[in-house]
């Protein structure tokens, strides 16, 4: 059931290249990302990390859901496997201020956790929010429920939620993005940071170079307390 992600991009791409002139104006707005290396020789390595995105932007409302697979295998032997969901909701009361709710799973194979999850909500406050240019802040309450792989413990505890969302677009058909979130809790603390870069090939198609970072206070026995990705992705936008 969890691999069916990495078919969504395959899936829905050619009905979107359809719609795609029709939705050009629509409020609604999204991407499918995917991107494959294969290397032999001494060693066969093989990943692919797929990622699929939609949100809608109106007047009174925001909203927004992902959804992400990475799988890696190394002499045909699993050394990555994740999967990624969020989904988000904005309630805007003026240009600047708004409310939001978040609710993020993750299912990481080797993380030493069976998964994690979080529910927040707080407030809002757009510094910039220009056509060019976003940066947001937000803060607010939050709770944690984890389920470790051993004995398949549970942890769950209230934390505060801190994140910074910010987007450039340099120029046309170039974007920058940084995303830094903490989930601060009194057993464990987790930071975030998503820094990227995309380059516009033609009307919908770009490339995207990511680098995500993710750093826990306490981890599992026998794992690492960070994690960091780099990817390069082919992106379809609608």
Do not use: C
Not at 52 to 61: P, Q, R
Not at 207 to 234: H, M, N, R
């Amino acid at each position: 059931m969890r691999r069916s992600l990495l078919l969504i991009p395959a899936l829905i791409m050619p009905v979107l290249s359809v719609q795609a002139e029709e939705k050009a104006n629509s409020p609604w707005k999204g991407s499918a990302e995917l991107g494959s290396i294969r290397t032999t020789g001494n060693t066969d390595t093989s990943s692919v990390n797929a990622k699929f995105g939609a949100g809608y932007k109106g007047e009174v409302w925001n909203s927004g859901f992902k959804v992400e697979a990475l799988t890696s295998k190394e002499d045909d032997i699993t050394s990555k496997e994740k999967y990624n969901a969020a989904i988000k909701f904005d309630r805007n009361f003026s240009k600047h201020h708004y409310l939001t709710l978040l609710a993020e799973y993750e299912d990481d194979r080797f993380s030493g956790f069976e998964y994690q999850s979080t529910i927040s909500a707080g407030y809002g406050y757009r510094a910039i929010n220009e056509q060019e240019m976003e940066l947001d802040f937000e803060i607010g309450p939050g709770y944690r429920y984890d389920r470790l792989n051993e004995g398949g413990e549970e942890v769950d505890e209230t934390v505060l939620r801190l994140a910074m969302n910010f987007a450039w677009t340099i120029r046309e058909g170039v974007e920058f993005i940084e995303l830094l979130s903490m989930d601060d809790g009194a057993d464990n603390t987790i930071w975030k940071s998503e820094t990227g870069l995309k380059s516009q090939i033609n009307g919908s198609l770009a490339t995207k170079l990511t680098y995500k970072v993710k750093k826990q206070s306490e981890v599992p026995e026998g794992t690492e307390d960070t994690d960091t990705e780099f990817g390069v992705t082919l992106v379809y936008s609608f």
